[in-house]
């Protein structure tokens, strides 16, 4: 697979999900991942809500480093993204990016996304701009060179 077959791939591949982890550091550098609903764009950045009264946003507030990973178990392939994380809820954003993120918190008609079931607080939307991203295709290819590809996001 070329660098532009694989960029083509890996952004499949994001857009298709619904869900990743979220890895970040806490105030005293204790690792944190949690399971989060987003939405992405073609340059890879990554959107989530959360409550200003979460771990997640007091992390992101001492640290606005993380690091995003989204997989598929059935056909082996992961993406793994670290980047800057930034609070951009007095921002303009596209409406398809908000949409899609909506469209997803609200897919299961039944139980909703687990934000639905917390207490009410300020809600906060962040994006993570990737500074690098691999995909990893492991339904092919025997050797490293084959299966990991880094991907440069278009900025």
């Known amino acids: 697979m070329n660098q532009n077959d694989a960029s083509r791939a890996a952004l499949e ?6 869900t990743g982890v979220l890895s970040t550091l806490s105030k005293g550098d204790e690792p944190r991942a949690r399971l989060v609903y987003f939405s992405s764009d073609d340059s890879f950045n990554i959107y989530f809500l959360t409550f200003a009264n ?3 946003a007091e992390d992101l507030k001492a640290h606005p480093k993380a690091a995003f ?3 598929d178990e059935e056909t082996p392939r992961t993406l793994q993204i670290e980047g ?3 609070d951009i809820t007095n921002s303009p954003v596209d409406d398809a990016i908000i ?3 909506f469209d997803r918190l609200q897919m299961n008609a039944k139980y909703y996304a687990p934000i639905a079931r917390f207490d009410r607080s300020d809600v ?3 994006r993570l701009t990737p500074t ?10 025997h050797s490293t060179s084959e299966v990991l590809f880094d991907v440069t996001p278009d900025t």
């Open 13 to 18: 591949f994001l857009t298709s999900k619904k």
């Open 54 to 56: 979460t771990r997640k």
């Open 84 to 86: 800057d994380a930034a």
């Open 124 to 126: 906060r939307f962040y």
């Open 69 to 71: 990973t989204v997989a």
């Open 99 to 101: 949409e899609t993120l």
């Open 132 to 141: 690098w991203v691999r995909f990893g295709n492991f339904t092919d290819g």
